[in-house]
């Protein structure tokens, strides 16, 4: 989860936007009903009436969740981890053959044989301008009297270049220089007065500190969770915050540290040397990914925290996201992990500006279209159109330009409780994203065993679309992929009035922002797929092979 930051200039924004005139709203309000409760909820108890009173049974389904990690000891959510009944744990052999060995619960594109993990990244335009840089020195070429390929790649040197040199704001980084230092030791004190390492903001209310450094800290780490809507933020998110902010800064003038390199140890130029990483899922690194795997699947019938959107499930969890942008070749491995895994569902919250290795992405998506299996991604948090903005990955393939079909691209809508019908932070187009779905204030499992919490962003409303496409895959179990991404988005509603265009007061209609114009609804949805005949076996076809053997 990205966060506003306080600067000299009042706001950094990094990503998720703070909701204006947000009031506090039920905490599932975004599974409620507009015509029964005045929320523009996904009437997900509408849709379980629909279903029990139809007398369908459900078929359970497999989500993999592409993210940072998840808590694997978490009570709403270890009963319904995918296991790999065909691997032993713990004997370190790969006695699936799969190429991967341990793998009970899903796998970690971005740890090391030896145990150790990655956890934070640079991010890839400060990867791809360096390596241009190198090539084609300080100064952008003239490609007057270059090969098509040269051309190409100057004008990706002359964009990546405008963005990591231009988006560098030297008083917003010498601010955040200065309040580092600061906020770390008082970060310090708090640590050890409070007795734990990681804390948010409801652990601070009732916490009055003598040192001067952590009164401060508190009242920044305030200020923050008050502009973010969410008592949740912890310490570590906003340290990660600001040394991701000052890796982009460091990007214009040095190279970026290779910080998968050294731990990984595979070759990062070989997408056919796909066997690398480890078993370990959770690492340091798992708010993210276990807020969206409990917007998922967290168990309903347990009273427990939060109920999932989707009541037989079971979550596979691909590690493929640093602190930091993900590389091309780890997201590709994930979809091909994930599918050849026997995934139905995959949600991606994940996504960057720039994809060096797009081909290989595409090849992967190609793989999953093949297989019937649907993608569902994050459209992103910088309140940009995306029909003339780039956001990867992306459904549209690179040697063909046509748009994968079983891919959605999802955009975060709230309520006017929680601000406005659209998200003001949420990306939008047209053409390229296909529905709206909550994503402001979204209650959720969060990393320590038994706990819960609220997020906002994009990443929220990705797998309520892909909680929705598996409850419809759970009792429609012949639909494909394809049908799926019809039902989702002609089943969708138009909201009653007009909407913010993200990032402005401007008014328009839904249908300007989005391909359906509609926001999620699962009661809509399950009564559609009711209604249709599943083609399911049609699009099943051979899967393509790769060429380098397996590895230990």
């Not at 049908?483 to 008014?507: R, W």
Request: aromatic share 8%; net charge negative.
């Amino acid at each position: 989860m990205k966060i506003w930051l306080l600067s000299s200039a009042l706001l950094v924004t990094t990503a998720t936007f703070a909701q204006s005139a947000s009031t506090e709203a039920p905490k599932n309000w975004y599974q409620l009903d507009k015509a029964g409760t005045g929320y523009y909820g996904i009437s997900l108890d509408k849709a379980y009436d629909f279903l029990k009173a139809k007398k369908l049974k459900s078929k359970q389904v497999l989500v993999a969740v592409i993210d940072g990690g998840i808590d694997t000891v978490h009570e709403d959510l270890k009963p319904i981890l995918w296991t790999n009944t065909k691997e032993i744990p713990g004997n370190g052999i790969d006695d699936d053959h799969n190429g991967y060995i341990d793998d009970v619960h899903g796998w970690n594109f971005l740890g090391g044989k030896d145990g150790r993990n990655v956890k934070e990244d640079s991010y890839e335009g400060a990867r791809v301008y360096t390596a241009l840089k190198a090539k084609y020195g300080e100064e952008i070429p003239d490609d007057s009297a270059v090969s098509d390929t040269q051309k190409n790649e100057i004008a990706l040197y002359k964009k990546v270049k405008e963005k990591v040199a231009g988006e560098v704001n030297p008083a917003e980084i010498a601010f955040l220089k200065q309040i580092l230092p600061g906020f770390l030791k008082g970060d310090s004190v708090i640590t050890k007065e409070l007795g734990k390492d990681e804390y948010n903001c409801n652990d601070l209310e009732k916490y009055n500190p003598t040192d001067a450094n952590a009164k401060r800290t508190k009242v920044f780490l305030t200020q923050l969770c008050k502009g973010n809507n969410s008592n949740e933020l912890t310490n570590k998110q906003i340290i990660d915050e600001l040394n991701g902010e000052l890796r982009k800064a460091d990007a214009v003038e040095n190279s970026p540290k290779e910080y998968r390199k050294e731990i990984v140890q595979d070759d990062e130029n070989d997408i056919t040397d796909r066997f690398y990483g480890n078993k370990d899922i959770m690492t340091a690194t798992p708010f993210h990914g276990t807020h969206c795997a409990g917007i998922i699947a967290a168990v309903r019938d347990n009273g427990k925290g939060i109920k999932g959107i989707a009541d037989n499930v079971r979550i596979m969890m691909v590690r493929a996201v640093p602190d930091g942008d993900e590389h091309d070749k780890d997201i590709a491995n994930a979809i091909r992990y994930a599918v050849e895994n026997g995934a139905q569902v995959i949600s991606m919250s994940f996504g960057k500006e720039f994809s060096p290795e797009k081909k290989w992405v595409d090849d992967a998506v190609k793989f999953a279209e093949s297989k019937g299996v649907l993608l569902v991604h994050a459209a992103g948090n910088d309140a940009k159109n995306v029909d003339s903005t780039d956001n990867y990955p992306s459904p549209v393939y690179l040697d063909n330009g046509k748009k994968a079909t079983n891919w959605i691209t999802v955009g975060a809508s709230g309520d006017p409780h929680t601000g406005s019908i659209t998200a003001n932070f949420s990306n939008y187009g047209k053409q390229q994203v296909d529905v709206f779905a909550p994503g402001v204030q979204i209650y959720s499992t969060i990393p320590g065993g038994n706990m819960y919490g609220n997020a906002s962003g994009t990443s929220m409303a990705c797998p309520v679309v892909a909680g929705t496409a598996a409850l419809l895959l759970e009792y429609f179990p012949t639909l494909s992929a394809k049908q799926l991404k019809y039902i989702i988005e002609k089943s969708s509603v138009a909201p009653d009035t007009e909407v913010n265009i993200p990032g402005t007061t401007q008014k328009t209609k839904l249908s300007e922002l989005c391909v359906s114009g509609g926001l999620l609804n699962a009661y809509e949805a399950v009564k559609l797929a009711a209604s249709l005949q599943g083609d399911r076996t049609k699009e099943v076809l051979p899967a393509p092979t790769m060429t380098k053997n397996k590895k230990g």
